[in-house]
């Protein structure tokens, strides 16, 4: 339990510090796509995959045209999450992704998202994108922009029926619109 509250502080401090940093600073500070990088090497440190994902390397793969530059790779080189190695794939056609752990669709794919959700449905993969109305489109994770300031938004339904539980120390620090909360 120590060792989560540890990593809850520690996740807290790198989002508070990335995005203050991003809305203090725009000209050296980091850039839009490192503050995103950062959150998605962090989200997976607060998602617990069904048993059967949970072996081999965490797969971080984005859907289309990458704009994270070198940003990504940066962000997890040399890294583990609880032992397993992160691996950068970048893909064009979703059905290369359906081993993916945490799919990025990039902004170059916003006319296919409904056809992007339907096709991994049932597929326990975190869905994150900054597509305008993700989440109400089905994803799982939407970054937003306020101001200079990275946020992100959850909608923890669509994240139960992909069979992903999101811990409640990430829950804390995302925007959820009432209308995407699981019922108790």
């Known amino acids: 339990m120590t060792r989560r509250i540890v990593r809850t502080g520690l996740l807290a401090i790198a989002m508070l510090v990335c995005t203050h940093a ?13 503050v995103k990088a ?30 994270f530059g070198g940003a990504l790779g940066r962000a ?3 890294k583990t999450v609880n032992g397993r190695p992160l691996v ?4 064009g056609e ?7 752990h945490v799919l990025f669709v ?13 096709a991994i449905r049932g597929r326990n993969i975190l869905t994150v994108s900054d597509v305008d109305r993700f989440c ?13 300031r990275v946020r992100f ?22 925007v959820i619109r009432p209308e995407d909360k699981e019922k108790d």
């Open 106 to 118: 990039s902004a170059s794919e916003a006319g296919r998202v409904s056809e992007i959700i339907k």
């Open 22 to 34: 991003l809305a203090e600073n725009a000209a050296q500070g980091p850039s839009e796509y490192q």
């Open 94 to 100: 979703i059905a290369a992704g359906r081993s993916c």
């Open 88 to 91: 950068i794939r970048r893909i």
């Open 136 to 148: 109400e489109r089905g994803g799982i994770i939407t970054f937003l922009m306020e101001g200079q």
């Open 153 to 174: 938004r959850i909608n923890p339904k669509m994240a139960a029926s992909a069979g992903l539980k999101i811990s409640s120390k990430l829950l804390q620090l995302a």
């Open 76 to 78: 997890v080189e040399g």
């Open 38 to 67: 950062t959150f998605l090497y962090n989200f997976v440190k607060f998602i617990d995959w069904p048993a059967t994902r949970n072996e081999g390397p965490i797969e971080l793969c984005v859907l289309g045209k990458d704009p």
